[in-house]
């Protein structure tokens, strides 16, 4: 959501700390549409999962967020797990424009996965 009356423009985002066991190896931004909703978990292959390499990726354009509203995009990091994760994912960083001034900014978000 942003909150300020001017639109913004988000260039990338990342985790910053990974959990011990895994890689990252990519990041995505994709409409809600094209994937009925916000799936919180993908596992790839898995018939119910959306297709992403089918979906278009914005993520190596700017996304425009509009003056108070949110955006129909929502941004996704691929992980492959190595080994047992040991720990938890945390830490997601943005980088976004307003205007002509650059931001970078780190919001807490956790991430915990346990394999059987």
Do not use: W
Request: charge should be negative.
């Amino acid at each position: 959501m942003n909150s300020s009356e001017t639109d913004i423009e988000i260039t990338s985002s990342s985790v910053l700390e990974p959990a011990k066991g895994l890689k990252v190896l990519g990041y995505g931004a994709y409409d809600l549409e094209d994937t009925e909703g916000l799936p919180l978990m993908a596992l790839e292959g898995s018939g119910d999962a959306p297709k992403f390499d089918e979906l278009k990726n914005h993520a190596d354009e700017p996304v425009t967020v509009k003056g108070g509203e949110e955006s129909e995009i929502f941004f996704a990091v691929r992980l492959k797990i190595e080994a047992p994760p040991s720990g938890t994912t945390r830490g997601c960083r943005y980088e976004y424009r307003q205007g002509r001034q650059l931001y970078r900014q780190a919001l807490d978000c956790e991430l915990d996965l346990r394999t059987n």
